[in-house]
C-alpha cells in the first residue's frame, strides 16, 4: 500500500472512532500546546514588557497538564464504552448461537422420541406377527402327518404372513436407516472445514442447473439464470444451496401448468442477494418458517428426506448469510439467499 493510500486509511479510521483513544489524546494534546503559544502574543503584553505568559507561567502549564490528564482520563473512558459495547455484541451473538442450538436440540429430541418411535412401533408389531406365523408352522409340523399338504399349507404362510411382515419390517428399518444418516448430514455441517472465496456465481449457477438438466426435463420444466453477483463462500456448500433450491422448485412445481423457474441476484451493499422464484405449488403462510425445520416437508406426497431446506438455511448460517421465503399456496415461491459480497 503507498503512502497516500495508508494515510487515508488512517484517517478514515480516526474519523470513524476507531481509535477513539488517540484521537482524544492528539486533538487535547494539540489545544494543550497551542495555549502557551497564544498567552505568548505581544497583544497580551503588559505595559512594562513583561508578557502573560511570562506572569502566569505555572497556571499555564498546570492548565496544560490538567487539559492533558483531561484527555487521557476521557480516552480511557472512551475506550472502556466501546470496548463494553464489543463485549455485550459479542454476549449476544453467543446468546443468539446458544438459543438456535437449544432450538436444533428440541428438534432432535423430537425426533428420536416421535419420527424413529414410528417405526419402531412397526417393527414390534409386524414381530410379533412373525411370532404367530412361526407358531402356527410349529402347530403345522405337530398336527400335519401329509408332506404334501404340509408343503402347500407351508408355503401359504412363507408367501403371504411372513413375507409381508419382513417386508414392513425392512421399510421400517431403512425408515430409521435414513433418519439417523440425516441426523449425521445435519451434525456433519456444522464441523466441516470451510473454503472462503470470491465466486463467480453465473457460473456455479450455469453448473447447477446442468446436473438439474434431466429432472426439469422429465416435469416439462425451464430454468434461466439472470444476473448474479459475485460472493465470498465455500463452493461446495453454495453448490449445495442452489442445488437444493432448484432441486425443490422442480420437485414442487405445479402439474397443471409448464414450470418457470428462475434465478437471479443483485447486490445491496455488503450483501449479495439472490432470488429462486418459482410458478409451483406454493407454501401456505403457516408453513414458511416450518419448512425450515429438520424432516418437514412442503408437501406430504412429494417424497424425500426433508432435509433440502434444513442445509439450506445451516449452511447459510456457517456462510455469515441468511435464508428466507415468501409464498403464496397455487402462485409459487421466492427464496431469498442473502451471502456476503466479494470481487471476483
Known amino acids: 500500500m503507498n503512502m497516500p493510500n495508508r494515510l487515508a486509511m488512517h484517517a478514515r479510521a480516526f474519523l470513524s472512532g476507531r481509535h477513539l483513544f488517540l484521537t482524544v489524546i492528539i486533538l487535547t494534546g494539540g489545544l494543550a500546546c497551542f495555549v502557551p503559544a497564544f498567552a505568548n502574543i505581544e497583544a497580551l503584553s503588559g505595559s512594562d514588557g513583561i508578557t502573560f505568559f511570562e506572569t502566569h507561567k505555572s497556571a499555564i502549564f498546570i492548565l496544560t497538564g490538567l487539559l492533558f490528564f483531561l484527555s487521557f482520563i476521557i480516552g480511557i473512558l472512551l475506550v472502556s464504552n466501546h470496548t463494553k459495547r464489543k463485549a455485550e455484541r459479542a454476549v449476544k451473538l453467543l446468546n443468539d448461537k446458544l438459543v438456535e ?56 404362510i412363507c408367501e403371504s404372513d411372513v413375507s409381508f411382515s419382513l417386508g414392513f419390517i425392512e421399510a421400517s428399518i431403512n425408515k430409521i436407516d435414513s433418519l439417523l444418516n440425516g441426523l449425521l448430514r445435519i451434525s456433519r455441517l456444522g464441523s466441516a472445514a470451510l473454503e472462503l ?53 422442480l420437485k414442487y412445481s405445479d402439474p397443471a401448468r409448464p414450470g418457470v423457474i428462475s434465478l437471479h441476484g443483485s447486490r445491496q451493499g455488503p ?27 412442503a408437501g406430504a406426497n412429494k417424497g424425500g428426506e426433508g432435509l433440502g431446506l434444513t442445509i439450506v438455511r445451516k449452511i447459510c448460517d456457517r456462510l455469515n448469510g441468511r435464508v428466507r421465503v415468501e409464498s403464496e399456496p397455487g402462485k409459487g415461491s421466492r427464496f431469498f439467499v442473502m451471502l456476503p459480497y466479494a470481487k471476483p
Not at 410458478?279 to 425450515?292: L, M, T, Y
Request: aromatic fraction near 6%.
Open 101 to 156: 442450538k437449544n432450538r436444533e436440540l428440541e428438534q432432535v429430541i423430537y425426533i428420536t422420541s416421535h419420527d424413529l418411535r414410528s417405526p419402531l412401533v412397526n417393527i414390534m408389531g409386524f414381530k410379533r406377527e412373525l411370532d404367530k406365523a412361526c407358531q402356527r408352522i410349529s402347530s403345522l409340523h405337530e398336527t400335519e402327518r401329509d408332506i404334501d399338504v404340509f408343503k402347500k399349507k407351508l408355503t401359504e
Open 197 to 249: 472465496k470470491p465466486l463467480d456465481m453465473e457460473a456455479l449457477a450455469q453448473e447447477v442447473v446442468k446436473t438439474l438438466k434431466f429432472q426439469s426435463r422429465e416435469c416439462g420444466a425451464t430454468i434461466t439464470v439472470g444476473e448474479m453477483p459475485p460472493c465470498l463462500g465455500d463452493e461446495y456448500m453454495v453448490n449445495q444451496i442452489f442445488t437444493n433450491l432448484l432441486g425443490n422448485a
Open 271 to 297: 450483501v449479495s442477494v439472490y432470488c429462486v422464484e418459482d410458478n409451483g405449488v406454493g407454501i401456505s403462510q403457516d408453513n414458511c418458517e416450518r419448512v425450515f425445520e429438520i424432516f418437514q416437508r
